[in-house]
């Protein structure tokens, strides 16, 4: 669902830059872009129907997004990963969605033994190729889990900003154990200072140290969902 709700908004950012139009400020998908979206005139009646024939598409997606996310969450407490749920959504970047769908990619936490089998799991872990006393590191392998990847690629964006609890993040974390509250705060500690040292300091690409991050998030997830 997720895919095609990015599909319909791609279809439809496309048609407004056919005619030469964008948001000049601010982000896509916001409350401000839909009511700039909402006075947006193309001048051509057929370009103006597609455009409202985008927008009802992307509605309609919207709505059975909520209602597929509102019906999984509902079986959450009756799941066999509960706990792990609630504890992964102490994490900064991770909703309730998120954890859902790495206990699914994962089963059986346990049957990890340590944090680098889960990044292999996850393909976060850079490919090598050695040759003798030569030895050189490439991209990442992604391998293994391409769902389990991408949630935490995505979660990983959210570690940029400085360590912050807002209000959303602490209802998560309410009544969960301390030390699996401190295990995510730890967890945007670090992230965070992995994208000062990277991206502001060293200059690496913004996509490299982001993959960074989400392998450091694998390793803090294992650890949280495992903790006794």
Same mark, same amino acid.
């Given at each position: 669902m997720r895919l095609d709700l990015n599909?319909?908004?791609?279809?439809?950012l496309k048609l407004l830059l056919r005619h030469g139009l964008r948001l000049e400020a601010g982000k896509? *998908?916001?409350?401000?872009h839909r009511q700039w979206l909402a006075q947006v005139r193309l001048g051509e009646p057929?370009?103006?129907a597609a455009l409202h #024939?985008? @927008? =009802? %598409?992307? #509605?309609a997606v919207v709505v059975r997004r909520g209602a597929l996310e509102g019906a999984i969450e509902e079986l959450v407490p009756s799941s066999p990963w509960a706990d792990e749920v609630a504890r992964l959504r102490c994490m900064r970047g991770v909703n309730t969605l998120t954890a859902i769908g790495l206990c699914a990619e994962f089963g059986d936490w346990t049957r990890f033994s340590r944090p680098g089998q889960v990044m292999s799991y996850l393909g976060l872990v850079p490919s090598e190729r050695s040759s003798g006393e030569r030895r050189r590191q490439g991209s990442i392998t992604k391998s293994g889990s391409q769902h389990g990847r991408r949630r935490l690629v995505e979660a990983a964006w959210h570690y940029r900003r400085?360590?912050? @609890?807002g209000a959303p993040l602490r209802r998560r974390q309410a009544g969960q154990p301390a030390h699996i509250v401190a295990l995510a705060w730890? %967890?945007?500690s670090r992230g965070y200072r992995t994208w000062q040292r990277l991206h502001t300091q060293r200059a690496k690409r913004a996509t490299l140290v982001n993959i960074a991050v989400a392998r450091e998030l694998? =390793?803090?997830? *294992? %650890?949280? %969902?495992?903790a006794g």
């Open positions: 599909r319909a908004r791609h279809r439809l896509n *998908w916001t409350v401000r057929a370009a103006q #024939d985008y @927008l =009802g %598409a992307i #509605d400085e360590p912050h @609890l730890n %967890a945007q694998a =390793g803090f997830c *294992w %650890a949280i %969902a495992t």
